[in-house]
């Protein structure tokens, strides 16, 4: 897209406004949802226009965490204590560099309220806890950990406490299936029975300003342009940019491969367009990485770089993994495992089963292996020596992998190559205020302009736990949706 299709229009020159609200959001996904119900809940007439055919974005398809603690009903009710400073401080050395120390505390402080928000708007949670080594619970399981809470290094930093919050994956009605579905399903009922209006098959392109306000914006719908007012404000809640080769290629160029939790629309024409009129981004560079490796089998083997050496804890957060791996090990990485362990992981309910394939390599003894392997003589044989012997003693000072999943590898051997086993998504976008507002790069909020989801800098700043994004999309759609329906910049 070039830089004239993205510079914004004058209000003057717009012959015609083809719709008009006091509040327009684009996009209708969880950020966008939420903006809308608080919006409509202040009062205000609300538009969505939505770029596809139905509700949902990428919220709708993913896992459905939501990260939220500081004691929540569900935590409290599954015998676990957490408290909104316990949760800033796990988060401020999780998120990674130049954490938004302000906006982690708000929404760590916030994080109750917002729980209670989600139930109030019919999003069920099951008390029950899922507490394996898994990308997401196997069945309805409301809590999991899904960020390294229990692992090394945050275990030492803050008292372990399971975050993910999972909408109850069964709809008794229809047989749906999905975590991000039936958190978005409720909300979207929510909001048009509170009379939010919405236009489907429409496309964002520009911005429409009034000097320094904006009032609206320009879109297509089915190939026609089309002028969209907005009286009091515009919310974007347009995704990130994960499917546009040339801003990754430009902010994120370490993310290779496949996107990950992202849908195409995700293209980064909020991102274009806030940024056309002046509108500051911040941590482009910054991305979650999935790691595609079964954690079952993970924890019960060793993960090794190209050098046959250890590089990360293997009972972690499987994002965590795939960042240590791409970013820190050329994207090269090997799961040994030994028959024992191999057999036990595929016995778990929650062995995915993409790995129900042969191993790449398999050999009676690790030396046989590391030949197999083309990795330097003595390197593996080096590693798994050393492993093995703190491992009898439940032992890993290397790593700090927990006592349960130490156990030394015997006998016959096998690898798993995963090299380039990684994607992801950008975490970087706009920059706003803890009330959603969007920031000039002079600093100051531009007035008529929200944003939330991942079209912004959220919470997350390089690292990542799961339900982040679904967790302050919601948290600060619902913060733009407030803003917004008062119509001026305190």
Same mark, same amino acid.
């Given at each position: 897209?070039?830089?004239?299709?993205?510079?914004?229009?004058?209000?003057?020159?717009?012959?015609?406004?083809?719709?008009?609200?006091?509040?327009?959001?684009?996009?209708?996904?969880?950020?966008?949802?939420?903006?809308?119900?608080?919006?409509?809940?202040s009062?205000?007439?609300?538009?969505?226009?939505?770029?596809?055919?139905?509700?949902?974005?990428?919220?709708?398809?993913?896992?459905?965490?939501?990260?939220?603690?500081?004691?929540?009903?569900?935590?409290?009710?599954?015998?676990?204590?957490?408290?909104?400073?316990?949760?800033?401080?796990?988060?401020?050395?999780?998120?990674?560099?130049?954490?938004?120390?302000?906006?982690?505390?708000?929404?760590?402080?916030?994080?109750?309220?917002?729980?209670?928000?989600?139930?109030?708007?019919g999003?069920?949670?099951?008390?029950?806890?899922?507490?394996?080594?898994?990308?997401?619970?196997?069945?309805?399981?409301?809590?999991?950990?899904?960020?390294?809470?229990?692992?090394?290094?945050?275990?030492?930093?803050?008292?372990?406490?399971?975050?993910?919050?999972?909408?109850?994956?069964?709809?008794?009605?229809?047989?749906?299936?999905?975590?991000?579905?039936?958190?978005?399903?409720?909300?979207?009922?929510t909001?048009?029975?509170?009379?939010?209006?919405?236009?489907?098959?429409?496309?964002?392109?520009?911005?429409?300003?009034?000097?320094?306000?904006?009032?609206?914006?320009? !879109?297509?719908?089915?190939?026609? /342009?089309? %002028?969209?007012?907005?009286? *009091?404000?515009?919310?974007? #809640? =347009?995704?990130? &940019?994960?499917?546009?080769?040339?801003?990754v290629?430009d902010?994120?160029?370490?993310?290779?491969?496949?996107?990950?939790?992202?849908?195409?629309?995700?293209?980064?024409?909020?991102?274009?367009a806030?940024?056309?009129?002046?509108?500051?981004?911040?941590?482009?560079?910054?991305?979650e990485?999935?790691?595609?490796?079964?954690?079952?089998?993970?924890?019960?083997?060793?993960?090794?770089?190209?050098?046959?050496?250890?590089?990360?804890?293997?009972?972690?957060?499987?994002?965590?993994?795939?960042?240590?791996?791409?970013?820190?090990?050329?994207?090269? !990485?090997?799961?040994?495992?030994? /028959?024992? %362990?191999?057999?036990?992981? *595929?016995?778990?309910?929650? #062995? =995915?089963?993409? &790995?129900?394939?042969?191993?790449?390599?398999?050999?009676?003894?690790?030396?046989?292996?590391?030949?197999?392997?083309?990795?330097?003589?003595?390197?593996?044989?080096?590693?798994?020596?050393?492993?093995?012997?703190?491992?009898?003693?439940?032992?890993?000072?290397l790593?700090?992998?927990?006592?349960?999943?130490?156990?030394?590898?015997?006998?016959?051997?096998?690898?798993?190559?995963?090299?380039?086993?990684?994607?992801?998504?950008?975490l970087?976008?706009?920059?706003?205020?803890?009330?959603?507002?969007?920031?000039?790069?002079?600093?100051?909020?531009?007035?008529?302009?929200?944003?939330?989801?991942?079209?912004?800098?959220?919470?997350?700043?390089?690292?990542?736990?799961?339900?982040?994004?679904?967790?302050?999309?919601?948290?600060?759609?619902?913060?733009?949706?407030?803003?917004?329906?008062?119509?001026?910049?305190?």
């Amino acid at each position: 897209m070039t830089a004239g299709k993205l510079r914004p229009v004058p209000a003057a020159a717009i012959a015609e406004w083809h719709e008009t609200a006091d509040v327009v959001i684009a996009g209708y996904g969880i950020a966008g949802v939420s903006a809308a119900i608080e919006a409509a809940r202040s009062g205000a007439q609300v538009l969505i226009l939505e770029r596809t055919s139905g509700w949902g974005g990428a919220a709708a398809l993913a896992g459905g965490f939501v990260y939220l603690g500081g004691g929540t009903p569900l935590q409290r009710a599954l015998g676990f204590e957490d408290s909104a400073e316990n949760m800033e401080k796990f988060l401020l050395a999780a998120v990674g560099p130049g954490a938004d120390a302000a906006k982690i505390a708000d929404y760590c402080r916030g994080s109750l309220e917002h729980y209670d928000w989600l139930v109030g708007n019919g999003v069920p949670f099951r008390e029950a806890l899922w507490d394996e080594p898994g990308w997401e619970p196997p069945h309805d399981e409301g809590l999991a950990y899904s960020g390294g809470e229990n692992a090394a290094p945050f275990n030492a930093v803050a008292s372990p406490a399971p975050r993910g919050h999972v909408p109850r994956m069964r709809d008794k009605r229809t047989g749906e299936r999905g975590g991000g579905y039936m958190l978005m399903k409720p909300l979207a009922e929510t909001a048009e029975a509170l009379g939010v209006r919405v236009s489907y098959d429409v496309r964002l392109t520009r911005l429409i300003v009034d000097g320094e306000r904006v009032v609206g914006v320009l !879109a297509r719908r089915y190939g026609r /342009e089309i %002028a969209v007012r907005a009286e *009091l404000g515009v919310v974007l #809640a =347009t995704g990130g &940019f994960a499917y546009s080769e040339q801003m990754v290629a430009d902010h994120a160029p370490r993310l290779i491969g496949r996107p990950g939790a992202a849908i195409e629309e995700h293209d980064g024409v909020g991102i274009l367009a806030a940024t056309a009129f002046g509108a500051a981004t911040a941590h482009m560079d910054a991305t979650e990485v999935a790691f595609f490796g079964d954690p079952q089998m993970m924890a019960r083997g060793i993960l090794v770089n190209g050098q046959g050496q250890r590089y990360v804890t293997e009972d972690t957060y499987p994002g965590r993994i795939g960042q240590a791996t791409l970013f820190h090990q050329d994207n090269q !990485a090997f799961l040994v495992i030994d /028959e024992q %362990a191999h057999e036990e992981a *595929l016995a778990t309910e929650t #062995a =995915t089963p993409v &790995f129900r394939v042969p191993p790449t390599w398999a050999a009676e003894t690790v030396a046989e292996l590391e030949a197999d392997m083309g990795l330097p003589e003595l390197a593996l044989q080096t590693t798994v020596e050393v492993y093995n012997t703190y491992a009898a003693q439940g032992l890993d000072p290397l790593f700090g992998k927990k006592p349960e999943w130490l156990r030394p590898l015997t006998g016959a051997v096998a690898a798993f190559d995963l090299r380039g086993a990684t994607a992801g998504f950008p975490l970087g976008g706009l920059r706003t205020d803890l009330d959603s507002r969007v920031l000039h790069v002079s600093g100051e909020p531009i007035p008529g302009l929200f944003a939330a989801g991942r079209c912004t800098a959220g919470i997350c700043t390089g690292g990542y736990v799961s339900g982040a994004s679904l967790g302050d999309g919601s948290f600060y759609g619902r913060r733009a949706g407030l803003a917004a329906a008062k119509g001026e910049v305190e």
